[in-house]
């Protein structure tokens, strides 16, 4: 913990913005939780939130002073007052929360706070003071007490009543921090999970990413897989509980996922290039990495296995899981309100993490498998791959050999070499289009026009073709076996 407790003078301008509107509509604001943790832990954020509370009047103080900084506004729930707004700043933004009192006083509101490290609270004029904040901190629930002993305490018996969704935040600032959770908040935890359903999409989401931020995001996974309760979050998982997998395989459909997890966050922290680690650190959606997104594909990459199960001569058969996957990989993004973008990048990773195993499978790696790898994987091309490597590093069974993986990691590691070699090559112009085509041959619109044009656009990536006379020559052949197989 920091000895000497004082915000920067970036944090101090929004602070005052915040405290010289309240001064003029007369209202008497606490800052409360995220950033007072934060301040104690010293952890700096690349885009601040701010939480405040106020007696009453929450939504009205925080429409009118979004309005008056031109920042973004939203109602978050308007039955316990509370709103939000966003303010861009060059290269970011603030996210401020404003609340109403959950009780009479300020004291009542901190004890129906989360967590005792979020039940601290100071007053808006004193955060502006030029004095050690440490000594003007309001922690009636012992909170700076609890946070220097690096522990997550339910603030009150009736915390996961209130809200059953800080069960699930619980685990998240467990990851997040590297806390330890109290035993009694545990116990309370468990009593209530079961009510976790009732806690919309959104929210839920928003808690299993910060899960997936942390660095050790599959110790936490394995905690709340411990306690069973991330079956009551994803019920598609408890099918995979128990399910083995023949002699390739060391763990169940369940655990093999959850050390799929493990073997991410580990390979996550040998990867060293540049290229890589910032095409882990895209954003796809709202403040969801794409390194966050490839953690949760790994949970989901065998979760068709269960319906694809078959025993076949004694053998165990998981034919087609991917495609049973995608299924319901759609019907969890669609549950969790995942953007498009989202939902669009853990459809590929699903539906096409096993094909890195069949291209290490062959002794030649042809240019034209690599090029129909990277075209129907798409800009997932390389969370793919990687998923792969994470899911081979899993599976630990007797038939498993050095050789194999060795030999599964070197195709990986070389394709996502040969990915980002080619995105920096200028893009192949097109020798024909469907014009073109329907012109030459006396075509009509068709699928047969579009089938011609990708066959060509393989053709002419592997250096088949060149020219537009070779293109011709090429379509004439496709056209004319689509047209025989038609009659036959």
């Known amino acids: 913990m920091i000895s000497s407790l004082k915000f920067s003078p970036n944090e101090l301008e929004i602070l005052r913005e915040v405290e010289r509107f309240a001064k003029a509509k007369k209202a008497k604001l606490y800052l409360v939780g995220g950033a007072l943790r934060d301040l104690l832990l010293g952890r700096k954020k690349s885009n601040p939130d701010f939480d405040f509370c106020l007696k009453k009047g929450a939504i009205n103080f925080g429409r009118n002073l979004a309005e008056k900084m031109r920042a973004g506004f939203v109602v978050l729930d308007k039955e316990h007052g509370a709103c939000r707004a966003v303010k861009k700043i060059p290269g970011g933004f603030y996210t401020l929360d404003f609340t109403d009192f959950r009780g009479k006083t300020l004291e009542e509101d901190l004890a129906h706070r989360d967590f005792t490290l979020n039940s601290v609270a100071l007053k808006l004029e004193d955060a502006l003071s030029q004095k050690d904040l440490g000594s003007l901190l309001i922690d009636p ?77 599959s110790g936490c996974l394995d905690e709340l897989n411990r306690l069973k309760t991330l079956e009551i979050i994803f019920p598609e998982l408890k099918k995979m509980r128990g399910i083995g997998q023949g002699a390739y395989h060391h763990l169940d459909v369940l655990g093999h996922t959850l050390e799929t997890v493990r073997q991410l966050d580990i390979l ?33 990459h065998d979760i068709g296995k269960p319906a694809a199960l078959r025993r076949i001569k004694g053998k165990l058969i998981f034919h087609g899981h991917e495609r049973i996957g995608l299924g319901i990989t759609k019907d969890i993004c669609e549950r969790l309100r995942l953007s498009k973008d989202e939902m669009r990048c853990l459809h590929k990773m699903v539906f096409c993490h096993l094909r890195p195993g069949y291209l290490a499978d062959n002794k030649i790696l042809t240019p034209r498998a690599k090029f129909r790898y990277f075209r129907d994987s798409g800009a997932e091309a390389v969370s793919i791959l990687l998923l792969s490597v994470a899911d081979q590093r899993a599976t630990k069974g007797p038939l498993t050999t050095r050789a194999s993986r060795i030999r599964h990691e070197k195709t990986c590691f070389a394709l996502i070499k040969e990915h980002f070699a080619k995105s920096k090559e200028t893009k192949t ?43 011709l020559k090429a379509a004439a052949k496709i056209i004319s076996g689509e047209k025989c197989l038609k009659k036959s």
Do not use: H, W
Not at 205 to 210: A, G, P, Q, S
Not at 277 to 290: G, H, V, W
Not at 441 to 459: D, T, Y
């Open 429 to 471: 112009q097109r020798l024909l289009n469907g014009n073109i085509l329907m012109r030459e041959f006396k075509l009509k619109p068709s699928p047969l026009i579009g089938k011609a044009l990708s066959a060509i656009e393989e053709l002419q990536a592997i250096g088949k073709i060149k020219t537009m006379a070779d293109a």
């Open 141 to 217: 629930c012992c909170g700076r007490e609890d946070i220097r002993r690096r522990l997550i305490k339910a603030a009150n018996k009736s915390a996961f009543i209130e809200d059953p969704l800080r069960i699930l935040r619980a685990f998240s600032f467990s990851s997040m921090l590297e806390f330890e959770i109290d035993k009694e908040t545990l116990r309370l935890a468990k009593l209530e999970k079961d009510k976790l359903p009732q806690v919309s999409g959104e929210r839920i989401r928003d808690e299993l990413f910060r899960i997936f931020d942390a660095q050790n995001s």
């Open 268 to 300: 996550f922290k040998q990867i060293k290039d540049r290229e890589t680690n910032a095409y882990l650190d895209e954003f796809i959606s709202a403040q969801r990495m794409r390194r966050a997104l490839l953690k949760f594909g790994a949970i989901l």
